[in-house]
């Protein structure tokens, strides 16, 4: 049994863990400098506006399941998790574990989770490990920061401010361009639908031949290795967005800073 409390963007305080994840959480976030979602903000803002390339992926149990097969944990273990399928994997997919791996390597900012549930930052470390992916020399964030962005206005900020042209990817990609459009963002394309992991090179080869200034992804995991194939091979700023499509759809409106 765990509870960890938010106190805001960027601020995290354990409040009951088991002694072994309490540990685990404890010296995760002494040894690693957590990007709050101001400092994020201002990354993703000086990408744009300087025209160079950024990715912001996150990682969730999905990701770290999917990074963990063979690796840490045996094809069995990680099939029985049947939403990964709606997380656009099918099991076993070595292909697409080296593939994720491969994007986190080259992420410019990573969201980790923040969680010490067994399939979330305890997984993730070990798979990191098994992989050779080296946290210290990589720049992290909360695997929630896309929700922070959006409810503090920042994204929205990033949508409006000197109107960015913007590509949006996802099987959720038609209504969340509706919406954004219909809020004055200069949408420029979209990508609809994404097939998981192994649509990754058509998503990414379609959008070579899109003009965009920042592409949004919600498309499960494939999002991890679209959104820094995006970013390294076009110089393009692109994010992973996650629900907070779903929820952008459902309020019908993004919030506007301040």
């Not at 979602?37 to 990715?55: G, P, W």
């Not at 038609?174 to 219909?182: D, I, V």
């Not at 992973?240 to 499509?245: L, Q, T, W």
Request: contains cysteine; proline residues 3%.
């Amino acid at each position: 049994m765990y509870i960890l409390w938010l106190q805001n963007p960027g601020s995290f305080e354990v409040l009951s863990l088991n002694r072994g994840d309490k540990a685990l959480m404890e010296r995760f976030l002494n040894e690693h400098r957590i990007l709050d979602v101001q400092e994020v903000y201002k990354l993703i803002k000086n990408a744009l506006d300087k025209r160079e390339k950024l990715s912001l992926v996150r990682i969730g149990d999905g990701e770290a399941l999917t990074l963990a097969q063979q690796a840490v944990l045996p094809i069995n273990e990680v099939k029985r998790n049947t939403f990964l399928s709606y997380a656009g994997v099918r099991i076993p997919d070595i292909t697409g574990r080296d593939m994720l791996a491969a994007s986190i390597r080259k992420a410019d900012i990573i969201g980790v989770p923040l969680n010490p549930a067994p399939y979330f930052l305890p997984l993730f470390l070990k798979a990191c490990k098994a992989h050779g992916i080296d946290l210290n020399s990589l720049k992290l964030t909360n695997a929630c920061i896309n929700y922070f962005l959006c409810n503090s206005g920042l994204l929205g900020a990033l949508l409006t401010e000197g109107k960015p042209r913007v590509l949006v990817i996802g099987n959720k990609g038609k209504a969340l361009a509706n919406l954004l459009q219909g809020r004055g963002i200069n949408i420029s394309g979209i990508i609809s639908p994404v097939y998981g992991l192994k649509d990754v090179n058509r998503v990414v080869r379609i959008a070579k031949g899109q003009n965009f200034d920042i592409a949004l992804s919600a498309s499960g995991v494939a999002a991890v290795v679209i959104c820094e194939r995006i970013a390294t091979g076009q110089k393009k700023v692109a994010l992973d967005i996650g629900h907070v499509a779903d929820m952008l759809i459902r309020n019908g409106q993004i919030k506007k800073k301040g």
